[in-house]
C-alpha cells in the first residue's frame, strides 16, 4: 500500500513538472491550483460553469428593419463567487459609430445601436443609458450570491444596419438576425467575467444556455432558426407544412416553397404577424433569419441515432444554393463518422444565402459563390464543421481562435480530400492557407500561436488562427498516427463536450488520450516563434546507405519526404514524421537503404511548404 500511494506520489510530481513544462499564465496556474482545471486534461474537481435559460420574444418589422424583444433569463450563478457586477454584452452594437472596430466600414454598416427600454435583476430595476459599445457592466444592488440563481428582464430594440456583417439586411425583405438578445457575458473560473470587446475580428465566447424564443414575422415572412420548430402548423398554410413535415422524414430534396409561392402569399398563416416558436437546448448561441421571398429547399438525412433536418434558404437562381441541402446530406455523415467522428450534434443545420461565410449554431451564413462550386463546397463544409468547434466544445475564440478556426481548416481539408480528391485538396490547402503566410517574412507571422487572439491582427491573427494551428494538428496526426490521434482527440472532446476548454486542456488532454506526454511538441508548434524551412546541410552515399543531415533552420517540427532519384531514372520516396525533431528540434540525421546509385534527392514537406524550397534538394 505504501509502495502504491509512494508511486501516486511520483505519478503527480511528475505530471506537476511536465505540467510545468508549458508556459502558462499567472490566471491559469491558479486556475489549476484551485481545481478547477485538472493537469490531467479533465475539468478539475471544482469545475464549474454558468448558464441560463432564455425565454424570449422577438419582433422584427419588415418597413421599420427594427428587431425588439422581451426576455426573462434565468441565471444560473455556479460559481463560488457573489457577483456583484453583472456584465451584458450586445455584439451588434459593433455597428455604433462610437464601437472599436478591427477595421474600416462604410456608412452603410453604421446603425444606433442597442436601446435598454427596460431592466431588472432579481425584481430591482435599473436605469441604463445605453451608452457602451458591446458589453457593459451593471453594479447590482444586491450580489448574486454563490451558487444561486437570479432572474433578469430585460426590452430592447436595436435596427438591423443597412449592410450585413454578420447579422443584418441581406437585401429590403431578408435579415440575419444573429446576436439579436442582450445576454449575459461569461463569467469563468480563469478570468472572471468576460469583458473583451468584440471587435468584428475575434469570434465570440458564450455560456451554454437553453432558449424558447417566439419570434414575430411579418405575413408572407419565413423564419429559419436554431431549435427546432414547435408550431409549424400555426405558421404555415397545409400544402406548405406537408412539404416541410415530409421533409424531415425523407432524404429526397423537397422544394418547399418557390420564390413564386413565397411572393403570391400562398407559405403562410395570413395572419398580420405571425409568431415562430423555436425551442433550442444546450447552445452557445441562437439565431434565425427571415425571408418573404426566399426559395425554401428541405430534406433530411440519417445519422446513427437520429435524423437530421437539412435546409437552405436562398435566392432565386443562386445554383450553388441549389447544390447545399445535397452538400449537407454529405458532410454531416462525414463529420459524423471520420473526422472528428463524432455523431453531428444538433437536429438540425440551415444554411442561408447571406454574406458572411459564418457559423452559428445550427445554422450557416454563406455567400453565394455560383461559377466556383467546389470552394463553395469547401466554405460549407468549413463552416458546419464549426459544429464542433467551437459549438460542441465551448471555446473561447475571443482568446483562442485556433482551437476552433484550426480544426475548422483541419476537417475542411480533410473532407476536402474526400470530395475532390488528395491533389485538388492538397493544392487547395497550400494556396488558400500555407502559401502568403510562408512566403511573408514578415514577423506578425511568427508570434506563437498561444498569443491570445485579441493581441494579434492581419496576418498575424489569420495565419495563428488558421493556417499554423491546422498545420500544427496535420502535424500531430501525422506523428500520432490516425488511430492514437482519433483516441487522443476524443478523450479531449469527451472531458470537455459542453465545457469551457482552454489550451491547456487540449495540451493536457491529449497527452492523456495519446498516453504520450507531448509537451516537447505543444512547445516547439504553439510557444514557439517557428516557421517551416528546412535545409539539406550535407548528403552523402556509401555502401548502399545514403546519410542526409538536415537542418531545421524555421524550427516547426514537420513531417517530410525524402524523395530520392537514382542515376538509373527510377525513384523513390521515404516518409518521415515530426518524430525526428523530439530528441532536437535544429538538426537531424537520416540514413535510409539506397541500393542503387544516387543522382540527387529532394526534401519535400507536402501541405508543409517550405520558406526556401531550394535549400531543399542536392545532387550527389
Ligand atoms: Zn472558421
Redesign the pocket.
Known sequence: MKKLILGFAVLVATLQVEAQDLYMPRNIQKAYANGTRDISGAPGKNYWQNGAIYNMKIKVDAQTKIVSGSEIIEYSNNSPDDLKTLVLRFEPNLHKPQSSRGHYVPEDFLSAGLTIKSLTVNGETYQTDSNFGTVTGIRLKNAIAAKSKAEVKIEWEYPLSKMSGREGQIDDSTFFVAYSYPKISVYDDYNGWNTLEHTDRQ?FYNDFNSFNAEISAPKNFVVWSAGDLLNPEEVLQPEFLKRYQESLKTDKLIHVATEQEMKSGKVTQQNDWNVWKFKAENITDFTFALSDHYVWDASSVQLKTKRVSVQSAYKSGAKDFEQYVGWMQYNLPWFSENWPGVEYPFSKMTAVQGFA???YPMMINDSSMPNNFAFAQLVAD??I??TYFPFYMGINEQRYAFM??GW??TF?YLIGISEQGQEKADEFYKNFRVRRYINDPSAEEDQPIITMSTQVSGMGYGSN??GKASLSYLALKDYLGDDVFKKALHHYMDNWNGKHPIPWDFFYSMNTGSGQDLNWFWKNWFFSYHYIDLKIENAQQSNQQLKIDVDNVGGFAIPFDVKITYTDGSSESKHFTPEVWKNNEKKTSLTISAPKSVKSINIDGGIFMDYTPEDNQKTL
Open positions: 469570434e461565410d459564418m457559423e468549413h463552416e464543421a464549426h476552433d478556426e475548422a481548416t475542411e488562427s488558421y
